[in-house]
């Protein structure tokens, strides 16, 4: 993903991922160096939030699926810039809910203030 694109709300995709390598290991060769510059400079431009929640994997597969939703529900250009299709695991009818605040300064574009998981 090219991040400068991405801040400016526009889904530029530079590699379409392993997956897709695996059946492309020629056109990965032939484009690394750019490929890996925009891995760096993507990597440069990640933002890292870290709390403990524990290590239950069913509490983070919720966490994942209530941000990747909420992110896919926003307007344009919001929607536009992660990628679709993961395997998403949000909170099934049976699970009771758990709501997230984020309680820092900083805003995480697209997400509310508090998340239910």
């Known amino acids: 993903m090219d991040i400068t694109a991405a801040q400016e709300g526009i889904r530029n995709e530079i590699w379409h991922g392993w997956g897709y390598a695996r059946k492309h290991r020629d056109e990965f060769e032939e484009r690394k160096k750019i490929i890996l510059d925009g891995v760096y400079k993507q990597l440069a431009g990640f933002r890292i939030f870290i709390t403990d929640i524990g290590i239950e994997p069913r509490i983070l597969e919720r ?25 998403l695991s949000p909170r099934w009818d049976s699970e009771n809910m758990i709501l997230i605040k984020n309680n820092r300064t900083s805003s995480i574009y697209g997400l509310p203030a508090f998340l239910e998981i």
């Open 63 to 87: 966490i994942e699926g209530s941000i990747m939703i909420n992110l896919y529900n926003k307007p344009s250009p919001i929607c536009d810039i992660p990628d679709r299709g993961m395997q």
